[in-house]
């Protein structure tokens, strides 16, 4: 099994054995950490009383208002979403992926809608749709750093590496100082087995995040596993990267 710490739970095994740290997609859905889905942004208000309540993270009651609003009226696409995001949030990923599904059919097209209903196909192992969602996605909001990200962390996992590359490169034109995408990109330079680019890519992101464990991680499994093609000054010296 692959192992780089990563921002996924990746597949099948390229030769070298590295550690997971799952921040993005997780094993199971009911487990997807809250900070990890597009949030919904507020130049569309639906209903003033339902939004607030969505916006406050009081899902009981935002799920209750968006409920009123859809039976009110069955082609409110805006609230199905917001309805599926509440439900979301509350583990309920059956009942989100539904209403993602019903605010597309009623025509929503959004950059977030359509990441979060990615994040959803890829915890369900549907990659391909997964990955024509987040075009989508980087479609309508070339802007948006989350976007690129995801799209190149899918991209390694799919193994187009020189994609993945081009969009974590992407990402971190939009935010330089996002340390989740320079360590994906040390793994897409490792997965390519440019080991050299790899290191230099995790030693300065500990520079910056000393504390930051899958680089740490990353590191020492590649002194262990890689560390005799590591050449010149960028050589991996004893306990540079212990994994605390």
């Not at 990746?10 to 550690?19: D, H, M, N």
């Not at 520079?207 to 050449?231: C, S, T, V, W």
């Amino acid at each position: 099994m692959r192992g780089w710490a990563t921002l996924l739970n990746c597949g099948k095994s390229t030769g070298v054995l590295f550690s997971l740290a799952v921040l993005v997609w997780l094993l199971s859905p009911s487990a997807r950490a809250v900070d990890t889905v597009a949030r919904p942004f507020d130049d569309e208000i639906c209903d003033s009383t339902a939004d607030f309540f969505l916006g406050a993270e009081n899902y009981s009651q935002a799920i209750r208002h968006h409920l009123a609003l859809v039976r009110e009226d069955p082609n409110n696409a805006l609230a199905y979403y917001h309805l599926g995001f509440a439900y979301g949030m509350v583990g309920d990923h059956e009942r989100e992926l539904d209403d993602y599904q019903k605010a597309v059919e009623l025509g929503l097209s959004r950059w977030d809608l359509f990441l979060n209903l990615g994040l959803i196909y890829v915890e369900a192992g549907k990659l391909d749709s997964a990955r024509q969602l987040f075009q989508l996605a980087e479609l309508l909001a070339p802007y948006r750093p989350e976007v690129h990200f995801n799209l190149g962390v899918l991209d390694e996992r799919l193994r187009m590496y020189r994609n993945a590359e081009q969009e974590l490169l992407f990402s971190l034109a939009l935010d330089s100082d996002e340390k989740e995408t320079h360590n994906s990109l040390g793994v897409v330079y490792a997965e390519k087995g440019d080991y050299q680019r790899a290191y230099q890519e995790w030693t300065e992101l500990i520079k910056h995040f000393p504390d930051y464990a899958p680089a740490r991680a990353n590191l020492a499994i590649l002194k262990q596993r890689k560390g005799a093609e590591i050449q010149g000054p960028a050589r991996l010296t004893s306990g540079l990267a212990a994994v605390h």
